[in-house]
Structure formats: structure tokens, C-alpha cells
T-cell receptor, first 117, second 111 residues
């Protein structure tokens, strides 16, 4: 149980285009999902908290107009990188917290590798 | 300011050589401390949750312990397949359920 999927697993795009990444909780409902960014040999950096039915909460320094988050259902959150540039190239990982669960751990997706040319 | 520090940054062990990884934390109020394993190019895999000082959890060759200031992940008789980055995260009682991650310990177990 508690499986989280991401799609696509990798994407290559041209500079200036937009890329959408999907995060799904497959066997549980998640009111709250989280989006992280990870650079090589570094830890995870929280970008934003995605709340079902309401606006996402962004961490300090993360451009909300650049990284659009939509949490339209209890099992799906999307991250859209708008007008992507090479510096946006990174490993993006989502996680979800089991709604109504007795514990507070997050379960992570497999990640999406974004390369912007 | 809430903060998590992991040490060492990297660790090389011979197969069978037991050791411990450290996670020191400063948080206004601890809701939970979490250990994850991450393999290269993959998302973190959940290992343990610890909620209060004195608590211990075990899984195969891994054992996690918690005090009021730090947590240890003990690895007993490690095997090469235990090679990974081990991440520690804390959740504060204030506000949301978001994590504060440490920088991780990269473990390499040599056959």
C-alpha cells in the first residue's frame, strides 16, 4: 500500500516550453502532497505544499508563477514548469501524506528527471 | 530556526562492519522523525518513523533510535545492497506536515 507514481519519469524539452509533471497516489487519498527538487548529490529541497481544492503554499524563494501547482483531486497533483530554462533542469520528486492515517510519514514518487536544452 | 544535520556526509564500510549514522535536530516541537533510504535516480523509500525520545524501531539489519536531540540509524553487519543515501527528516508540531530534511549520508558497503 501507499504507492505514489509520477509521470513522466524523464523529459527533455527546449528552452521556453512548458512541462507538466503528474503525481498520483494510487491506493490512498491525499489531501496534501508535496513537491521537491533535488540537485546531484544534494538533499531534497521542498518547493511547495499542494492542497486539494485550494492554492498551493510555496516555500520562500520559489516562484509561484514559474512552478504552477494544481491539486484537482484527492489522488492527483500536477506541477507545471512554465517557460523552462536550462537552470530548471533537475530531479523533481513528489510525495503524499496518507489522509486520515494514524502516522504522519510521506510516501514518495519515483521522481521525474527534467532536462531543458 | 528548525534544523537537521546528518553525519557523516559519506561512509565506506566493509561488508559485515557495523556502524551508525547520526541525525541531529533542532525543532520547536517534534511531531515526528523519519528515516528514508534513497537509491541513485529514485525517490526516497520509507524506513522508520520515531515519535518520542527512547523509541526504537528495527527492520532487518537497521535499527533507529531517538533522543531529544538526535537520532541514530544503526546498521548491523551491512551488505553491499545496503549501499544508498540515508535521509533523515523531521516534522515540527507547528503548522503543516512538511518535512525538514537533513543533507543525507552516502553509504557505500564494499564486498
Amino acid at each position: 500500500g501507499a504507492v505514489v507514481s509520477q509521470h513522466p519519469s524523464w523529459v527533455i524539452c527546449k528552452s521556453g516550453t512548458s512541462v507538466k509533471i503528474e503525481c498520483r497516489s494510487l491506493d490512498f487519498q491525499a489531501t496534501t502532497m508535496f513537491w521537491y527538487r533535488q540537485f546531484p548529490k544534494q538533499s531534497l529541497m521542498l518547493m511547495a505544499t499542494s492542497n486539494e481544492g485550494s492554492k498551493a503554499t510555496y516555500e520562500q524563494g520559489v516562484e509561484k508563477d514559474k512552478f504552477l501547482i494544481n491539486h484537482a483531486s484527492l489522488t492527483l497533483s500536477t506541477l507545471t514548469v512554465t517557460s523552462a530554462h536550462p537552470e530548471d533542469s533537475s530531479f523533481y520528486i513528489c510525495s503524499a501524506r496518507v489522509e486520515g492515517g494514524l502516522t504522519n510519514e510521506q510516501f514518495f514518487g519515483p521522481g521525474t528527471r527534467l532536462t531543458v536544452l | 530556526e528548525d534544523q537537521v544535520t546528518q553525519s557523516p556526509e559519506a561512509l565506506r564500510l566493509q561488508e559485515g562492519e557495523s556502524s551508525s549514522l547520526n541525525c541531529s535536530y533542532t525543532v520547536s516541537g517534534l511531531r515526528g522523525l523519519f528515516w528514508y533510504r534513497q537509491d541513485p535516480g529514485k525517490g526516497p523509500e520509507f524506513l522508520f518513523t520515531l515519535y518520542s525520545a527512547g523509541e526504537e524501531k528495527e527492520k532487518e539489519r537497521l535499527k533507529a533510535t531517538l533522543t531529544k536531540k538526535e537520532s541514530f540509524l544503526h546498521i548491523t553487519a551491512p551488505k553491499p545492497e545496503d549501499s544508498a543515501t540515508y535521509l533523515c527528516a523531521v516534522q515540527a508540531t507547528s503548522g503543516t506536515y512538511k518535512y525538514i530534511f537533513g543533507t543525507g549520508t552516502r553509504l557505500k558497503v564494499l564486498a
